[in-house]
C-alpha cells in the first residue's frame, strides 16, 4: 500500500496547492471564510453567524424563513444487537483547520437518532435529534425554534441539540426541542479543539426518562450532557436495534436509526450570508470541491461500541439527494472543481473512517461517490421506490 498512499499524497499536495487560487475566487462570495483561513489565532472570534439548519431537504417540507433543508450524506453503524439504537458511544478525533478551514465545506457535521415525540401534532409521532457541532466556532446561543448563533473561533467547536419534527398537517418542520452544550454545570459552552478525541454517548438511565447525550473531551478532559425533554415530555429512542429499515417516517433514505452526517450543500457559518443554500457548481459551494476537502485534516471516526462493549457488523452509506445524480443535475462535468461528491473512506494509517475525500492513508474509498444510491428504490410510509437505499460497504471499515 505504500505506493498507493505515495500517489495520495502527490494528489493531496497537487489539490491543495490550487487553494490559493480557489480562495481568490470566492473572496467575495465568502470573505469571513477566507479570512479565517489566512487569519491568525489571535484574530479568532472576529465575526459570528447565525443559522437554522433543518433535517429534511426543501423538498415537501416547508420552514419558517430563516430555516432551510440541506444534503446529508451519512453512514449508519449497523447491528442487530437488542438495544444497540438506544445505547451506542461514537469515539471521533476531530478535524483541525490546513490551508482550508474546516467550516468552508459546510456548516455543522452531526450525530444523532431518530426518536419517539409525544408531540400529538407531530408526524408519526416522531422527531430526530441532531447533536450539530459547528466547526471554527463557539456558540452563543441554541434557539428553541432549531437555529443557533456562533462566533468565529479558528479551530474550535462547540454544540447544539435540535431535534426535528414535522407537523403532521402542515408539514412545515420545526423544533421539537434545542439545548446548547456546555461545559458541566457550567452555563458556559464546551468549547473543543481541532483534533481532540472526544466521545458522544446515547443512552437510557431508565425506560421511562429521556435519551441523554454525553459529550467526554478525552483530550482536556472535560464532558457535558444533554437530556432530551420537551416541552410535551421525554424524547426517547424511535427504535431498539440498529438495523437498517429503521427509519425515520419522513425522511428519505431507508437508514438505520442513528447515523453521522456532514451536511453539506451550505456555505459557512462565516459567509456573507451565513450557512446559505448552494449548489454542485457554484464556486461559493465548497462542499462539492475536492480540494477544499483535501486542504484541512479530516474527521475521523475510530469507533463505535454499544451497550455490551460491541462493534457494529457491518456499515453502510447514503444520500437523502442521491449523490452523484444531485451533482451532474446542476454540473455540465462531474468531477471539475465544485463538481464533485465527498464521500467516506476507510483509512489504513488512521485505523479509521473519514469523510471527504482520499486522503493520504486511504486504504478502501468504495468506489467514492459511487457508494451513494442515486435513485429511490426502497420503500417507507409514502409506498415504494420513495427512499434511498443504504449501500452496505464491503470491506467491512
Known amino acids: 500500500m505504500a505506493g498507493h498512499r505515495s500517489r495520495l499524497a502527490i494528489a493531496a499536495a497537487v489539490l491543495t496547492a490550487g487553494w490559493s487560487l480557489a480562495m481568490a475566487q470566492e473572496a467575495v462570495a465568502q470573505p469571513h471564510a477566507a479570512h479565517l483561513a489566512a487569519a491568525p489565532a489571535a484574530d479568532a472570534g472576529s465575526h459570528s453567524g447565525q443559522a437554522c439548519i433543518g433535517r429534511h431537504p426543501n423538498t415537501g417540507i416547508y420552514y ?40 468552508a465545506v459546510g456548516p455543522t457535521f452531526w450525530f444523532g437518532g431518530a426518536l419517539s415525540n409525544p408531540n400529538p401534532k407531530a408526524l408519526f409521532g416522531q422527531a430526530f435529534l441532531e447533536l450539530q457541532f459547528y466547526p471554527d466556532a463557539i456558540v452563543s446561543s441554541c434557539s428553541s ?28 418542520e420545526t423544533a421539537a426541542f434545542n ?28 425506560a421511562s426518562q429521556a435519551w441523554n447525550v454525553k459529550v467526554s473531551d478525552l483530550t482536556t478532559g472535560q ?26 417516517g419522513w425522511g428519505l433514505v ?31 459551494c465548497d462542499s462539492y470541491d475536492t480540494s477544499h476537502w483535501l486542504g484541512f485534516t ?24 442521491g449523490g452523484t445524480a444531485e451533482v451532474s443535475s446542476t454540473c455540465p462535468t462531474y468531477g471539475v472543481a465544485f463538481c464533485t461528491y465527498p464521500w467516506y473512506a476507510f483509512n489504513g494509517a488512521a485505523n479509521a473512517i473519514t469523510y471527504g475525500a482520499d486522503y493520504p492513508g486511504t486504504q478502501f474509498d468504495y468506489g467514492q461517490a459511487a457508494q451513494f444510491s442515486t435513485t429511490q428504490q426502497c420503500g417507507g410510509p409514502f409506498g415504494a421506490d420513495t427512499t434511498y437505499c443504504d449501500t452496505i460497504l464491503s470491506p467491512t471499515p
Do not use: R
Not at 256 to 284: L, R, Y
Open 64 to 103: 419558517a424563513a430563516a430555516c432551510s433543508g440541506h444534503d446529508e450524506p451519512e453512514i449508519d453503524p449497523v447491528s442487530a444487537l437488542a438495544g444497540s439504537a438506544q445505547d451506542l458511544t461514537w469515539t471521533v478525533i476531530l478535524p483541525q483547520d490546513g490551508t482550508v478551514p474546516v467550516s
Open 145 to 172: 425554534t432549531g437555529g443557533y448563533s456562533v462566533t468565529m473561533a479558528q479551530d474550535k467547536f462547540s454544540a447544539c441539540a435540535p431535534a426535528w419534527q414535522v407537523n403532521s398537517k402542515s408539514n412545515a
Open 179 to 206: 439545548a446548547e452544550l456546555f461545559n458541566g454545570s457550567s452555563k458556559s459552552a464546551l468549547v473543543m479543539n481541532g483534533g481532540d478525541t472526544v466521545q458522544i454517548h446515547f443512552f437510557m438511565t431508565s
Open 223 to 248: 464532558s457535558g450532557t444533554i437530556v432530551l425533554n420537551s416541552k410535551f415530555g421525554p424524547l426517547q429512542p424511535l427504535f431498539s436495534t440498529q438495523q437498517i429499515g429503521n427509519s425515520l
Open 254 to 284: 431507508n437508514d438505520t436509526p442513528d447515523a453521522f452526517v456532514w451536511e453539506i450543500g451550505h456555505t459557512s457559518n462565516f459567509a456573507m450570508p451565513a450557512a446559505q443554500t448552494c449548489t454542485a457548481g457554484q464556486t461559493k
Open 298 to 321: 479530516p474527521i475521523k471516526i475510530v469507533s463505535v461500541t454499544f451497550a455490551d462493549g460491541s462493534a457494529p457488523s457491518e456499515w453502510a452509506t447514503v444520500s437523502d439527494l
